[in-house]
């Protein structure tokens, strides 16, 4: 059965940090591509950042670059996300998801498995 189990969320005041874990089991963690998405109030999922399977790649989306960072330990089946400089518009519900791809994609279509969420809250 695979488990996508996301802790570490949140609320931090502007300017703080966060670091979020999802840590994996029921699958080849290893050989799926992991990404991190995040949905706010209101809005549509979108793309935050992802990692290959070796980590040797990252990819973000623009409003995070420089302030997110996405790693991956492979001996522990988890993935991270260390989230700096946080801001008010960073609120949202954040899941990771994993992708037997070599590329990881930016559309959550292209994703397999999902967890199920941590909620980040970001106060002005």
């Known amino acids: 059965q695979v488990q996508l189990v996301e802790s570490g969320g949140g609320l931090v005041q502007a300017g703080g940090s966060l670091r979020l874990s999802c840590a994996a089991s029921g699958y080849s963690f290893s050989s799926y591509a992991m990404g991190w998405f995040r949905q706010a109030p209101g809005k549509e999922r979108e793309f935050v950042a992802a990692?290959?399977?070796?980590?040797?790649?990252?990819y973000y989306t623009d409003s995070v670059k420089g302030r997110f960072t996405i790693s991956r330990d492979n001996a522990k089946n988890t993935v991270y996300l260390q989230m700096n400089s946080l801001k008010p518009e960073d609120t949202a519900v954040y899941y990771c998801?994993?992708?037997?791809?070599?590329?990881?994609?930016?559309?959550?279509?292209?994703?397999?498995?999902w967890g199920q969420g941590t909620p980040v809250t970001v106060s002005s």
């Open positions: 998801a994993a992708a037997r791809r070599l590329v990881p994609g930016r559309s959550a279509y292209e994703y397999d498995y």
């Open positions: 990692i290959t399977r070796g980590g040797g790649s990252t």
